[in-house]
């Protein structure tokens, strides 16, 4: 085998190896030999590598030592390559002597296999299983299996049956299939063997085992030596390689065909193209997918002059597959849409998220193709392009920079759904007549329209807004779109002529344009105009429009009070009885400069109540002065014949304003709704107060006195009202807002509210009392008990304990009351103040026909006879004292009950203090019920009984 020629690489490694320390096996200091190692360890030839050891070891002119280092390194070449013989061979010569080669070679031999008899048996079976499977008998998955399990014992048997195949005739099916195992085994013993054909400089060599790549199965372990075969000098082995796509990388393959000639360029970008498929746009590989991307850009660049159409074709899929993921394949996916031929594929694979910064020139070059586009264009170039916009347009890529190419791109029909966002975003008002003039006779200006009609359009864009509708009524293209946008765009120049072009099409009737459109468009042109003929026009259009279409009669009357028109509220009554659906708001409202936009809904009464904020003022939405809006409201909350109407809670808006600022609404209609409220709760005993604006006017009511003595008198009339009023949610609204006002005759009236009929607002007024720290007194308890109302009077009942003043003749009276849980509390209320007083209505009650009653009376009776009994024995055995307050008698009667004194006056004392109740004697009391004795144990359960009992 001839040798290559020394390399400068290797006499470079050489030098450096003569400048380190000396090897573990005490490298002989040999040019020769560093230079062979240097071939084996950094160029991985080991063909060369081998050859050159074994002229070092056979050269008798050599020192011992090196060739015994040679030695060294011949055998462990042959093992890592499976063979045995001429590795133990090799290590027999390297292990004569007693140096560091000696005793490596002698570890390395003592590797072998202990159980030689196994090792005979593993190489039997392996030379079996290799026969089996190359002499045919069976090639399928089994016989393979069986091949693989023996792993590294078989590879001497595959290469020598290789070798003695290739030898004989390198074309044999059985020198393939061998090699192809080879290649399928993968262990480092068979990938040695590869390496080695790879290097050989034998062509014949290199592709005989370059063929075995067409066998599957090919582990990831072969993918270096498949790169390798990559970058073979020979045609035939790199298109061996490029069999096996899934294990070559990406940019090798690109940097592989960039320097290959053109049938294996095509190869190889069909190779490309289906590991691009499977590896850009993959989770969490944005960055490797921008690389490759750039790195496909830049080797498709030069095939824009291909030589042939199959090249072109290969590098278009390769390009579609991966110019997403860089701005340089954007760039280059943009100058080639206009050549792209071939059937539509799915959606360009899209970046998750991408860096668009400096694209705007892209813009210009992808609306150069797209302009370019001729009808013999393909569908592929018109779905790249189609892509290709859709993906700029979600990353929100094209900034103000590229307006004139975004009108380029949409004009020619790729962004009609975009446009109009795209403008949302970037467009400035001046942009519109550009806008206008770019997109005129286009379906993208009616796109377009709903943003144009809310810029400062100008008489000048008339006349191509015009044109482009009448097109889009009569021409087939524009049958893709509904004009009707657009009209609001023609209304939104204010031209004189537009009004005469819509009565027209009113007249005439259009399926393309419905009178809906219509009013649109004189929507828009009265906002820009508002004169007394617009107006009456949409007063026509209003009374022709049918009943269901509330969308459009809404926005119509919406526009006429805008206007400050007042011929809407006389069509109002029959709109309303005709739809109450318009009452209540619906959808968006007006934006914050009170502009209105047609396709919004919102109930009738709302116009007269929204407004917004302008140069840090409420301003309001209407157009009405102070005196009509006065009017309008006046009449909008007074009684029909059918009740009041549905206007009342639409006013809340205006107090809440007055409130917050004075100078929101005009005096003159805050007095007025103060008024209408009033009037209301004299008169409606149903008046539901929350849907009204009674809530905002009675907290103004409930603040400082107003300096306007107008005001403050409204105001004042309004509380005094709400107070009084027939509807009981009035008036308990009307006490729950009282919280600064608390004057003497607010008291009064709050005392006078606690008899009120309702428990609602007795209960809430009793409340607002004590807040106020106001005493309980017999007054207060007297109205709350006369209530018609049984939970009012039970409420009272339950309250009257914290009142100091006699309340028999008050309390009396319930004994009778129909509802005996109300009996059964007066008891219970006698009871407690163990009045003699009450004896004779307690002892009628004995008579009662409710057993819970009676036995309640027989309690209440007890309790004042008990109290009134000791009390007098009491008296009695202090002296005559009886005005002994009740602590010195339980600090006494404490005394007497002490172990020291007589069983008797023990039992006596004990018994004394469960009648006297005092709760400061509990403790003595528990310990007593432990008593040795059982009298006194008895007594003292007794006396807690009676005490805990009383304190229920």
Known sequence: ??????????????????????????????????????????????????????????????????????????????????????????????????????????????????????????????????????????????????????????????????????????????????????????????????????????????????????????????????????????????????????????????????????????????????????????????????????????????????????????????????????????????????????????????????????????????????????????????????????????????????????????????????IALWLERN????????????????????AASGWLSRQPLGEAQFDAIRRTLDWLQSSDEGGRWSPAPLVVALGATGHPDALAWLRRLAAAGSKRLPESSVASGAIWLNQRRNDETTRAFLVELLERAPVADHARRIALVAQLVRSGDRRVWELLPGMRQANQQLVSPQGLLPDTDGVFHPQSMMGLDSWLTHSFRREGRRR???????????????????????????????????????NESSDSVPGALYLALCEAHRARCSDDEDFDPERSALVPLLWAADQAPSADAARRAALAALRDAALTARSSKVRALAVFQIEQRRDEATRALLLQLCGDPSSSVAMRAWEKLDEFGAALDHTRVARGLASADRDMRLYALERSAACSEPLAELVAPLLRDPESELRIAACRHFAARVDLNAVPALLETLRDADEPVRRAAAESLQAIRLYHDESARWARVLGGKPELGKAAAAEALVDQASATNELATRLLAIRSLGLLAAPETLPLLIAWTKDEDAQIAAAAREALQRILGMGK
Not at 233 to 242: F, I, N, Q
Not at 429 to 439: F, G, H, S, Y
Not at 637 to 648: D, F, K, M, S, T
Request: glycine share 6%; with cysteine.
């Open 620 to 658: 309001w939405w209407h157009g009405y002065d102070d005196v009509q809006l006065d009017a309008l409201w006046t009449n909008l909350l007074a009684r029909g014949e059918q009740g009041y109407g549905p206007y009342w809670k639409e006013c809340a808006p205006l107090a809440y304003a007055a």
């Open 1 to 418: 085998m001839a040798h290559r020629p020394t390399r400068v690489l290797s006499l470079l490694a050489a030098a450096l190896l003569s400048q380190a320390p000396a090897a573990a096996q005490e490298l002989p200091l040999d040019d020769a030999l560093r230079a062979a190692i240097a071939i084996e360890e950094l160029e991985h030839d080991l063909v060369t590598a081998r050859t050159r050891y074994a002229e070092l070891a056979r050269d008798a002119t050599r020192g011992d030592a090196l060739r015994r280092h040679a030695w060294l390194r011949l055998g462990k070449l042959a093992r890592a390559r499976g063979d045995t013989e001429s590795a133990r061979e090799a290590l027999a010569a390297a292990a004569r002597g007693d140096d560091a080669t000696a005793r490596a070679a002698q570890a390395i031999a003592q590797q072998e296999p202990q159980d030689l008899e196994r090792a005979r048996q593993l190489a039997e079976g392996a030379e079996r299983a290799v026969a089996a499977y190359l002499e045919g008998r069976n090639r399928g998955g089994d016989a393979f299996e069986n091949l693989s399990w023996f792993g590294d014992a078989a590879v001497p048997p595959l290469i020598r049956r290789y070798l003695a195949g290739r030898d004989e005739d390198s074309a044999s099916p059985l020198v393939d299939h061998a090699g192809g195992a080879l290649w399928r085994l993968g262990t480092p013993a068979a990938l040695a063997f590869l390496q080695e054909q790879l290097a050989d400089p034998d062509l014949r060599h290199r592709r005989a085992i370059a063929r075995g790549l067409a066998f599957g199965g090919i582990p990831a372990t072969a993918a270096a030596l498949v790169a390798r075969a990559l970058n073979d000098a020979d045609d035939e082995v790199v298109l061996a390689a490029l069999r096996r796509p899934e294990l070559l990388d990406v940019e090798a393959l690109c940097d592989r065909i960039a320097s290959a000639r053109a049938a294996l360029r095509i190869a190889g970008l069909e190779v490309l193209r289906s590991r691009l498929a499977s590896t850009m746009g993959g989770v969490g590989s944005e960055h490797v997918s921008l690389r490759i991307s750039r790195r496909v850009a830049r080797l498709l660049e030069p095939t824009l002059e291909s030589t042939s159409p199959q090249e072109f074709r290969a590098a278009s899929e390769c390009l579609l597959s991966s110019a997403c993921f860089s701005s340089e394949g954007r760039a280059l996916l943009a100058r080639w849409l206009p050549r792209l031929t071939g059937v539509p594929r799915p959606p360009l694979p899209h970046p998750r998220s991408t860096d668009f910064d400096g694209e705007a020139e892209n813009a210009a070059v992808l609306a150069q193709s797209i302009a370019s586009f001729t009808p013999a264009t393909g569908e592929l170039a018109r779905t790249a392009a189609r892509s290709l916009v859709e993906l700029y347009v979600e990353h929100k890529a094209w900034k103000r920079a590229a307006l004139d190419a975004v009108l380029t791109i949409a004009r020619h029909g790729y962004l009609d759904l975009e």
């Open 427 to 446: 467009g400035l008002p001046e942009d519109a007549p550009r806008v206008v003039d770019a997109l005129a006779d286009s379906t993208a200006l009616s």
